[in-house]
């Protein structure tokens, strides 16, 4: 599958955001997917995740952000509202075939074996 994000941009504090990673060559259905986010110096965060029957958030974003997909678009998406400066990453949707759309507790980075290039978001104060 091959991923490609969209919708990153500049927002001050309070503002919303739209992010779209747009899926090609498999059916998203079948991944588990997340979201995850990346600020220079800083480690990779998992920021949302989503598949069959599931969906989990970082505390950090619990709220604030809504993680959806539409099937039919082959579309995942990253609602994010009420953004902070401290929101200001990369973002990168990331999918993984391993339980044919299902997720589970304690995935790592390591089973996302799929990457989009990310889509940068910056909030101001």
């Known amino acids: 599958v091959q991923l490609v994000e969209s919708g990153g941009g500049s927002v001050q504090a309070g503002g919303s955001l739209r992010l779209s990673c747009a899926a090609s060559g498999s059916t998203l259905s079948r991944y588990c997917m997340r979201w995850f986010r990346q600020d220079a110096g800083k480690e990779r965060e998992e920021v949302a995740t989503i598949g069959i029957s599931y969906t989990n958030y970082a505390d950090s974003v619990k709220g604030r952000f809504t993680i959806s997909q539409d099937n039919a678009r082959n579309t995942l998406y990253l609602q994010m509202s009420s953004l902070k400066p401290d929101d200001t990453a990369m973002y990168y949707c990331?999918?993984?075939?391993?339980?044919?759309?299902?997720?589970?507790?304690?995935?790592?980075?390591?089973?996302?074996?799929?990457w989009g290039q990310g889509t940068q978001v910056t909030v101001s104060t």
């Open positions: 990331a999918a993984s075939p391993s339980r044919r759309g299902y997720c589970y507790w304690g995935m790592t980075p390591t089973d996302f074996p799929y």
